[in-house]
């Protein structure tokens, strides 16, 4: 993948700091918005995740607001009008749902997988 950067909106949700904290382990720069501080997102921020909890473009990272080096990888939880995710678009940035993101890391891998919401052990 040709981007160094993961910007992430929604970054709060259990798939979404999953993908994050992957990123991070993978050396990126991580940042994001979401709605609500959690211990998911307070962890992440531990870990260097830059992320902020209002939708205010201004608060997006100097470092992820140029499209040749910034991933954008949003939740369908956002709503279209998002005002970060209207920036993004408009500004031309690569933007992929968490399920494409999960497809472009699991090509030429095995995976296993098991779904299902609950009864798996």
């Not at 209207?86 to 690569?94: S, V």
């Amino acid at each position: 993948m040709k981007f160094d950067k993961i910007y992430f909106l929604g970054i709060g949700g259990i798939g979404m700091s999953a993908l994050a904290r992957y990123f991070l382990h993978e050396g990126c720069a991580v940042a994001g918005y979401d709605r609500t501080r959690s211990s998911l997102t307070d962890a992440l921020s531990g870990e260097g995740a830059a992320i902020h909890y209002e939708d205010d473009p201004s608060l997006i990272p100097d470092a992820f607001r140029d499209a040749a080096s910034t991933m954008v990888v949003y939740t369908p939880a956002i709503p279209a009008d998002h005002s970060e995710w209207e920036w993004f678009r408009r500004e031309g940035f690569t933007i992929e749902k968490r399920s494409q993101m999960l497809g472009h890391l699991c090509h030429d891998k095995l995976v296993m997988a098991v779904a299902g919401t609950h009864g798996k052990t």
